[in-house]
């Protein structure tokens, strides 16, 4: 096994592009040695920093292993001609192969005996596989935007300026963006610009420090963590130390060094937002707070060097937020010359979506989304709920949040508190947009859950009826998010309702806006759904028969579908009948497949004991397993379908259900058949149980 190192050395890359950048790098580097046949013994790692994107393979296999290929040729009849010379065929194949003819084999297939050729295949040595595949690697790596320069039409994140590639120390030698591969690395490009030589991994790792370069990503998160809050206490305070913001500075930075500034003190009657949202999105300072939690007229800048003198550089961080301030305080007054509410026309004046119409209309129909879902889950709010709808969006227009898009929401809720409306209210305008991740918090106030819902219904329809649902990886809606969002809610609050009748209600608010059709769209939507909650159990852990038969059977009333799945989950590890069960409505199943028109029973066409018997059991069965669904006691519905494989065996047993003789018979027996699977569909599809 042989290291393995690479640097592609470049000009600073923006710093939401790196995380991302070395996990291309490292996956797509592991997916090609494999395909290669080069081992790979041990995860390869990747650092990074603005300047370069490192990874280092500690167990490399050093070559291919040899192989053996067997090539197939054409059929042995085929290649003599009635004289018994060698046809074309033989020749050629022969010759490609690079054999005598005498030295090809045959093998018996079931279309006959066809000549073939075994050939032993040598191993090429891992520098010469990595030399092949790394240029198309780095090409390949995908980024938000990519630059080109110079003559070479190269794409990638910024200009590369060299390339560092060592196999056990030796250089793998290829050429990308212009730029040679060897063994010259440079270290931090103001502190320590001059370059040097690197023998291998550790040799790498351990010359980076001197040359002022901090490598690894975490290690600049932790001590922009420890240098953020030394500065803030050297003020008494304690650093806001937002994740986000912390792996952002991380990434803009080889050496970190941070000092600590402060600003006017009149700045903080400002709401907290609008002071740390400047500081954090266009200058990448962290506030500090006091003990109790208040905000300190101080911030921490972190730098890329470090200061020869700080006052300096301190004061320079001052005069440009002082500017950055006085924006946000000049936003914040224009603001609040009007009421939040009193914003709601100007969104006519805002396009949504060209086809969907303005953000007015928009907020006009997820507000009907809303009345409508209050109703039926918080009917005491349904006013707290129309009003947190038509205040959502109204901070779209302000000025701060034109000028900070990151604080929609934030900004709608102080100022809607400053206006006076109840708090469940205000908060609600900040907290439909929650979640805003994947596994993010959810609103805490049910007000604001209804309007998320609402909103995310109408986006999701809207998209839908014009025809611009998610294809392939491209979302530009978020459509998956939202749906992921709205089903989290849905069964965090535990709300047991029709997700068909939500999405026909949306899908009523397009009426006149769009040419669609309603059922279509809606079958469509749904099915979008079952496909995200899918994906999700999946990802938890739940076997994918359980899902299928529960979501194929009952996929509408969210809140239930969980428990129904683990429930069945149990019965089929637990029960001694589960086997049998799935047989006896596979069998059912099979009769039906062919049958799609819907049979009336009537029990005066019975010829048998055991038709009756089956009838008699499915009635006696019906209230009591409907009951047992609602009550979201599906181990006992499931125990009680149980009693039905008996009957239905017995049933098969007994009677021809597609008898020639009798058509009325025929069909009655049908309609027995799909009365038993509208039973068992009530609890789930065990077709679907491979």
Request: net charge negative.
């Amino acid at each position: 096994m042989a290291e393995f190192l690479l640097e592609i050395g470049t000009e600073e890359i923006p710093s939401g592009y790196i995380e991302d950048g070395l996990r291309q790098l490292r996956e797509l580097t592991g997916e090609r040695l494999r395909e290669e046949r080069v081992e790979v013994g041990e995860e390869l790692e990747t650092y990074g920093t603005p300047r370069r994107l490192v990874l280092v393979g500690r167990a490399v296999g050093s070559r291919q292993p040899d192989t053996v290929q067997e090539v197939t040729g054409p059929p042995v009849k085929a290649a003599y001609d009635a004289d018994g010379r060698p046809t074309r065929a033989a020749e050629g194949f022969a010759k490609k192969q690079g054999v005598a003819l005498e030295e090809l084999g045959t093998v018996d297939t079931p279309k006959g005996a066809y000549f073939y050729v075994r050939k032993e295949i040598s191993g090429r040595p891992a520098a010469e596989v990595l030399a092949g595949l790394l240029p198309g690697v780095i090409r390949d790596l995908s980024w938000p935007k990519s630059m080109t320069w110079g003559s070479v039409g190269f794409p990638f994140a910024r200009p590369i300026h060299w390339v560092v590639a060592l196999l056990d120390g030796t250089v793998v030698p290829f050429e990308v963006a212009g730029v040679a591969s060897g063994r010259t690395s440079r270290g931090h490009r103001f502190m320590a610009p001059e370059p040097f030589e690197v023998r291998g991994v550790e040799d790498y790792l351990e010359r980076l420090p001197g040359a002022r370069v901090m490598v690894d990503p975490e290690e600049r998160k932790a001590e922009v963590v420890r240098l953020a809050r030394e500065a803030a206490a050297s003020v008494s305070g304690e650093a806001v130390l937002d994740p986000d913001l912390v792996a952002t500075v991380a990434n803009l930075v080889e050496t970190p060094s941070a000092v600590c500034g402060g600003f006017d003190r009149g700045f903080l009657e400002l709401p907290d937002p609008v002071i740390i949202t400047p500081m954090a999105e266009h200058q990448r300072y962290f506030a500090v707070r006091d003990g109790d939690g208040r905000l300190m007229p101080h911030f921490v800048a972190v730098n890329n060097t470090l200061a020869r003198d700080p006052d300096v550089v301190r004061k320079g961080h001052e005069r440009v937020l002082r500017a950055r301030l006085s924006d946000a305080d000049f936003f914040f007054a224009e603001d609040r010359k009007r009421p939040l509410v009193d914003r709601l026309k100007d969104l006519e004046s805002v396009i949504y979506q060209a086809e969907l119409g303005t953000s007015y209309e928009k907020v006009l129909r997820f507000t009907r989304i809303a009345e409508h879902v209050a109703a039926e889950t918080v009917p005491d709010l349904v006013d707290d709920v129309r009003l947190a709808a038509r205040l959502a969006k109204c901070d779209l227009v302000t000025e701060m949040v034109g000028e900070f898009a990151s604080l929609q929401g934030t900004m709608g809720e102080v100022y809607a508190r400053m206006d006076g409306h109840p708090d469940e209210v205000c908060r609600a305008v900040r907290e439909h947009y929650l979640p805003v991740r994947s596994g993010g918090e959810l609103p805490e106030t049910a007000v604001g859950a209804v309007v998320g819902v609402a909103d995310r219904l109408d986006t999701i329809a809207g998209c839908f009826a014009i025809g611009q649902e998610p294809s392939g990886a491209a979302d530009p809606f978020a459509l998956r998010r939202h749906a992921l969002a709205i089903l989290r809610i849905l069964e965090d609050r535990g709300w047991d309702l029709s997700l068909r009748d939500l999405v026909a209600h949306a899908l009523e608010g397009l009426e006149g806006k769009a040419a669609f059709d309603a059922g279509e769209t809606a079958e469509r939507v749904l099915a979008f759904f079952k496909e995200r909650y899918r994906n999700r159990l999946l990802q938890e852990g739940h076997g994918q028969d359980a899902i299928e038969a529960v979501l194929s059977a009952r996929f509408d009333r969210i809140p239930r579908l969980r428990s129904a799945i683990e429930q069945l989950e149990r019965f089929m590890e637990t029960s001694e009948e589960s086997e049998s069960l799935v047989l006896a409505f596979k069998r059912v199943t099979n009769i039906l497949k062919k049958q799609p028109e819907r049979c009336e029973v009537d029990p005066g066409l019975f010829r048998k004991e055991c038709e009756r018997v089956l009838w008699q059991a499915c009635q006696d069965m019906e209230a009591e397993l409907l009951g047992l669904v609602e009550a979201g006691d599906d181990c006992e519905a499931l125990n009680r379908m149980a009693d039905l494989r008996k009957p239905v065996d017995a049933f098969f047993e007994g009677v021809e259900v597609l008898t020639r003789e009798d058509e009325r018979v025929r069909r009655n027996r049908v309609g027995v058949l799909q009365h038993v699977s509208r039973l068992f569909l009530q609890v789930a599809d065990f077709s679907r149980f491979r």
